[in-house]
């Protein structure tokens, strides 16, 4: 008999394909939410799609985000008390859908996630990236109630922001892998169910890399889906572990020291490359995950992330410093390690 139980949160209405946006408001009356939504969003996706969604929402407000902050999280919830909202409705990538996740925690209520590209997959996650400063806060919230992920739209982003989203994906081996030493030398919460599904994820993601192109709608699916399942593994282990681990650590530091950094998904992808080198050695998955980033477009190189090598070495020894999360880095890789693996591995 096992003593303690667990208390999985599920998105409880997801909808992918082509125009489901315009079944939003069916799909959020099922929730039997009550009240009226308050849209957040920005002001692309807001030109975008905005008016088709306050459409299906009568007496909806509105609230226009142009930075993620922790202030913006408090101009949501302000904006919502002032609406008498009963719920969230985020449109947009990232940042809408993370702002609007921490501001319904804050205020007690739920929200739906209504993702315009397939960037990450914290459109389904409980988890929210809020940068402060030269750091990243990752802090915990509930998952959405419903997501409504139209492919039509989704296939229509710039397409750095769906490679980005499929290397977040392909991450997910070396983050399971993590996972698992984790709980070999540190007795850290594992979830075998959840890291099954993590793991199957990414090699849904590999397995298909020569079919997902650019402007190809099939393609925003496959990510979609992708995406949701790897937010659904985070919700069932009831944390990051699935989807999350070295290669994040060295992303977050990316952040940190980098002029300019590139985007989440294809800074963990080019971390994946390396930490799968250090996991596994010159026979290893690093050339799998290695092929079918490029297969995909996105980068495998400190140059094509637009990064100087010096930095991306910087963040390889330091990234354990981050967060008090065991990974492959351990307690840090030395300088010449670094070297060799991020040289061996042709990212530098």
């Known amino acids: 008999m096992f003593a303690k139980s667990t208390w999985i949160k599920l998105p409880r209405n997801v909808l992918v394909g082509h125009g ?12 039997s939410l009550g009240g009226t939504p308050l849209l957040v969003t920005s002001p692309t996706p807001d030109d975008l799609a905005g008016d088709r969604l306050r459409a299906q929402f009568d007496g909806a407000a509105t609230v226009t985000v142009d930075t993620a902050s922790f202030a ?29 996740k921490m501001a319904a925690d804050e205020l007690g209520v739920g929200f739906v996630s209504v993702p315009t590209a397939a960037s990450h997959d914290g459109i ?54 993590d ?14 169910y959840a890291a099954a599904l993590s793991e199957m994820t990414a090699e849904m993601l590999v397995d298909n890399a020569d079919s997902i192109k650019r402007g190809l709608e099939e393609s925003a699916w496959i990510v979609s889906k992708a995406l949701v399942s790897s937010g659904v593994a985070m919700s069932i282990a009831g ?19 980098a002029d300019s ?13 390396m930490t799968e080198f250090l996991h596994s050695g010159e026979q290893g998955q690093w050339r799998a995950i290695r092929d079918a980033l490029e297969a995909i477009g996105a980068p495998t190189t400190a140059e094509e992330l637009g990064i100087d090598e010096a930095t991306v070495l910087e963040a390889l020894t330091t990234a354990h410093t981050i967060r008090d999360r065991y990974t492959i880095l351990g307690d840090g890789v030395s300088e010449e390690a670094a070297v060799e693996v991020a040289t061996f591995t042709g990212v530098v």
């Open 124 to 177: 389904v996650s409980g988890r929210s990236s809020i940068p402060e400063g030269d750091t990243r806060h990752s802090v915990a919230a509930d998952p959405p109630l419903a997501v409504i992920a139209d492919t039509e739209i989704m296939a229509n982003a710039p397409w750095a922001l769906t490679t980005a989203g499929c290397a977040d994906i392909i991450s997910n081996y070396t983050a399971v892998k």
């Open 20 to 31: 489901v946006l315009d079944d939003a408001g069916t799909a959020v009356a099922e929730l």
């Open 179 to 192: 996972w698992r030493l984790a709980r070999r030398l540190k007795n850290v919460e594992y979830s075998e």
């Open 72 to 100: 913006a999280v408090g101009e949501i919830v302000e904006a919502a008390e002032a609406a008498g909202a009963t719920f969230l409705v985020a449109l947009g990538g990232g940042k809408p859908i993370d702002l609007a």
């Open 261 to 273: 950094p590139a985007l989440h998904g294809h800074q963990v992808g080019v971390g994946s490359i």
């Open 239 to 257: 944390s990051s572990r699935p989807a999350s681990g070295a290669e994040h650590l060295f992303s977050h530091q990316l952040d940190r020291i």
